[in-house]
């Protein structure tokens, strides 16, 4: 429901979809200055952006391809969450957590729109399952994975 129509769904670009497809082109761009973070409009860490930019090289400068990455990470969302919810509460309640997130009328909107804010999203998903896995195994390596996505999330948004 996240990916399919995304050229079309929905209509238009938003001002803030259409400015960070800019400032991820001129990211990547051949002898371009490569900052840690995004100072103007932007005002992010600039690693969502540069992801942005090589898939904009790889795809073009369409709508869909400013799109397709909020679109994938909020599609992950609903089967992290079942795990998530699952190792906490139960099979039945990750069910329904997965299901509901899967169905959600404001997940599946944002996820269609070109923001950085729901690949953020999936990646605090993310680091609690980690954390939830390493507080029940001990494993080291949950809690580095855990730390390494923290990392990332907050360097993706605010």
Not at 117 to 143: E, H, I, N, P, W
Request: hydrophobic share 55%; proline share 5%; net charge positive.
């Amino acid at each position: 429901m996240r990916v399919p129509g995304l050229e079309n769904a929905p209509p238009g670009l938003w001002f803030d979809e259409a400015q960070n497809g800019i400032v991820a082109r001129q990211l990547v761009a051949p002898g371009a200055y490569h900052p840690a973070f995004l100072s103007d409009f932007t005002q992010m860490g600039s690693l969502y952006f540069y992801a942005l930019g090589l898939v904009l090289n790889i795809f073009g400068g369409e709508v869909w391809p400013l799109r397709i990455i909020p679109a994938i990470a909020g599609a992950l969302i609903a089967p992290m969450l079942y795990l998530l919810a699952t190792r906490l509460f139960g099979w039945r309640v990750g069910l329904a957590a997965g299901g509901l997130i899967a169905v959600s009328a404001w997940n599946i909107a944002i996820s269609r729109l070109g923001f950085a804010s729901m690949v953020t999203v999936a990646l605090d998903v993310a680091v609690y399952l980690c954390m939830v896995q390493a507080l029940r195994t001990g494993r080291l390596g949950y809690y580095a994975l855990g730390g390494v996505l923290l990392g990332l999330a907050l360097q993706m948004y605010y």
